[in-house]
């Protein structure tokens, strides 16, 4: 069972059309939940770390909020450089130290002008 | 400067080939990651340094070989490649304190031929 489930795979909007991106883990001890930016054959770019429930970050169009079994990142008003494939990654408290990131398959998002 | 660079940003290599895939950062970041990422995919840890020791090896075969010869740079050693080998390459690094982002290069396409 995937630890990080993404959805949807893939989402088409009309420019100026919000919606909403979902990210649900299944991670016993949630040490940080990461939302990550990747264009075609480029590396990822952060966006956006969130640690507890309830917690709320924003970057222009984007706003990325965290619950206890989910995270959801927000697109108000999307242009068409936002189109991208969108990653979230989450880090567990294994109490070995480690930094491990576990990521999603990616929501592709297609915006059309 | 949250700037981590990759180098080369393409190699096709035989599979009789030695190569190095090179990263180097300059944050002060003390965590380095390489990650293989296949097309449609999302990343996969491959190595984590943690001051500049070996602290994952996610069952990484032998053909590959990190090197953290100081705190800013990072090495993949490549030999004996498969085809299936081939794939984009991150490099990414973070602080090294728990509960932190992890900055990624712009990756290394590698074609084994």
């Known amino acids: 069972e995937d630890q990080v489930t993404q959805s949807p795979e893939a989402l088409r909007l009309q420019e100026g059309e919000s919606s909403s991106l979902n990210c649900s883990y299944t991670v016993s001890g949630l040490r940080g939940l990461f939302w990550y930016r990747q264009d075609p054959g480029k590396g990822p770019e952060f966006l956006f770390t969130?640690?507890?429930a309830g917690e709320e970050k924003e970057k222009e169009r984007l706003k990325a909020t965290l619950t206890k079994k989910e995270s959801f990142l927000h697109i108000t008003a999307p242009k068409p450089e936002d189109s991208a494939t969108y990653l979230c990654a989450v880090q567990e408290d294994s109490g070995a130290g480690s930094y491990q990131l576990t990521f999603g398959k990616g929501t592709k998002l297609s915006v059309i002008p | 400067d949250t700037e981590v660079t990759q180098t080369p940003k393409h190699l096709v290599m035989g599979m009789t080939n030695k190569k190095s895939l090179k990263c180097e950062q300059h944050m002060g970041h003390r965590a380095m990651y390489w990650y293989k990422q296949k097309a449609k995919k999302p990343p996969e840890l491959m190595f984590v340094y943690s001051y500049e020791k070996l602290s994952i090896n996610e069952s990484v075969p032998s053909r590959f070989s990190p090197e953290c010869p100081n705190s800013s740079l990072l090495n993949l050693h490549l030999h004996a490649l498969q085809p299936e080998d081939s794939a984009l390459y991150l490099c990414?690094?973070?602080?090294?304190?728990?509960?932190?982002?992890?900055?990624f290069g712009q990756g290394t396409r590698l074609t084994v031929v």
């Open positions: 990414a690094s973070s602080s090294g304190d728990m509960n932190t982002e992890a900055f």
């Open positions: 969130l640690y507890s």
